[in-house]
């Protein structure tokens, strides 16, 4: 498999599943902004010119949550994804997507209108707002952990999607400090060998 | 099943695909914005007081694209998902995930610039650079059914995901005229009768 990569980006999250999964993978590291993702090549595999995105023999896909489905049922031999008969699995299914349908929408709103947006067409109201909404989207991952280490019991794939885009929403300045159970949980992940190998990548 | 349910909600994808799969279900239907939502009971089923949950026995799930994956794991019996094996499966998984990535958080924000804020706190800097993106995020999908019907081939739960997005960005003032493929599959996909129940649900 070969993994189109930036660091800091949603790929990340793909390599922490390889890793985790001990998967031989080749990398295509690109810097933020890479003026080759907006080649005609590159878009052909990837319309918007964004990562990630995994070519596998014949098959090419992006999004990161179709990738990650795409490894674990071609690949993953029934690890970190409960079975479709055991309890755990309506509950894996909902932090896997509550990651794209919740967390990630007001990140991304927080980091355009602080980072990619030049500083004159910045909005301190918009921002602020993301923020608020960020922090209300985190406070039901919070709960969610009361109690146990991982969102679906054992750790998952949803850990993956959910915990990293709470690990950017950590560097959106959202304050955590009520929120004990994600804060160690996020600690929980970070800890992880698989987890550090990925994040190290660039 | 219970679907709690708003219309012009995700929840219509819910309702879609159970009318697809003809599976019973009661609606529980709430106006938008009821103040039920917001009662600590149905805060116990969504911590945001939101639509769509599916209550199914003992299992309480939300998250459109959760829930679609749990009722075709649960109860589809194959159907309106390619098996794992076939080549069409990497491309349902992306179309199904291309939903939430990339098509709804423009939507969203153009929606809330344009309809959920009070007139005087709309910004139309940010309405215009949502419906801009938006564009762009639906010419991807028109190009992709160039030569086909659907997104992954057959008629899959990728097209009520990607589809009802699609509709939602219509609705959203999107230029679609140099989009044939996009307002052609629009237009089959309303065509439906499974379709046709859900959308006229209230």
Partial sequence: ???HFAANSRAMRVAWLLEEL???YELISYGLGAPEMRSPEFRQLHPMGRVPVLEDGDVT???SGAILEYVLSRYGEGRLRPDVSSPAYPTYLQWFHYCEGMIMPPVNNYMVETFF???KRQSEVHAKRA???LGQ???AVDHALDGQDYLAGEFSAADIMTGSAAMTSKRADV???EMPNLTAYLERLSARPAFQTAAALS
């Fill in 117 to 119: 947006l030049p500083p």
């Fill in 131 to 133: 923020r608020k909404l």
């Fill in 175 to 177: 304050d955590l400090s």
């Fill in 61 to 63: 896909l992006f999004e």
């Fill in 22 to 24: 001990e998967l031989p």
């Fill in 1 to 3: 498999m070969k993994l």
């Fill in 137 to 139: 989207m985190l406070i």
